[in-house]
């Protein structure tokens, strides 16, 4: 299995940054690439950016330009520079693993909550 624990996350003015961090624990060979969800009130859950073993990253066009994944292999670390933030922004953010053998949605840290206030 695989544990994830999150940091980061709080309360910026629109326009300020913030920066999330995951550690991931456990079965790290069976991820394929880390990621970070979020579910904003009343809507669903998306995939914000995620980043494979190798560094490739995938953004969600809400947030390109404005956020970056990156990774610390050594540290089994994934980190979410957010910059620019807008009140849209605002949600309960999730790190999230990508099995090789069930893709998303089996493991999730806690869940943060990121608030941009106007």
């Known amino acids: 299995q695989v544990q994830l624990v999150e940091s980061g996350g709080g309360l910026v003015q629109a326009g300020g940054s913030l920066r999330l961090s995951c550690a991931a624990s456990?079965?790290?060979?069976?991820?394929?690439?880390l990621g970070w969800f979020r579910r904003a009130p009343g809507k669903q859950r998306e995939l914000v950016a995620s980043?494979?073993?190798?560094?490739?990253?995938d953004y969600a066009d809400s947030v390109k330009g404005r956020f970056t994944i990156s990774r610390d292999n050594a540290r089994n670390t994934v980190y979410l520079q957010m910059n620019s933030l807008k009140p849209e922004d605002t949600a309960v953010y999730y790190c999230a693993a990508k099995l090789w053998t069930t893709g998303w949605g089996d493991t999730w840290g806690q869940g943060t909550q990121v608030t941009v206030s106007a």
């Open positions: 456990g079965s790290i060979f069976s991820i394929s690439a």
């Open positions: 980043i494979t073993g190798g560094g490739s990253t």
